[in-house]
């Protein structure tokens, strides 16, 4: 796929960006070669190939799913204005 200098100046216009008529040319190259490498890209056979979430096979470095602070609900909620089953209770702001 090639585009032409219209297309550049939609996509830039579309992109808000401010591309002079010199400049067209250039960035038409760039975002053709880009357009290549898609196609490049698109052209292999990956029919075989498992999904992966990264590029390199790492092992995350998980630590312990383990509580290390204690419960001070019943601390917190000693100096609230209102409280009830645990929940702290505001007033209502919308009719």
Partial sequence: MSLTLDQVA???H???IEVTPAE???VRDKLNGILAMID???SVDTT???PMAHA??????????A?????????YQAVAP??????YLVPKVIE
């Fill in 10 to 12: 939609r996509i830039a």
């Fill in 14 to 16: 579309l992109a808000r």
């Fill in 24 to 26: 067209s040319e250039a």
């Fill in 40 to 42: 490049e890209l698109q």
């Fill in 48 to 50: 075989n190939v498992a």
């Fill in 56 to 65: 390199q096979d790492l092992a995350q470095r998980l630590r312990d799913d």
């Fill in 67 to 75: 509580v290390t602070e204690t419960d001070r609900r019943a601390t």
């Fill in 82 to 87: 209102e409280t009830e089953a645990g929940l």
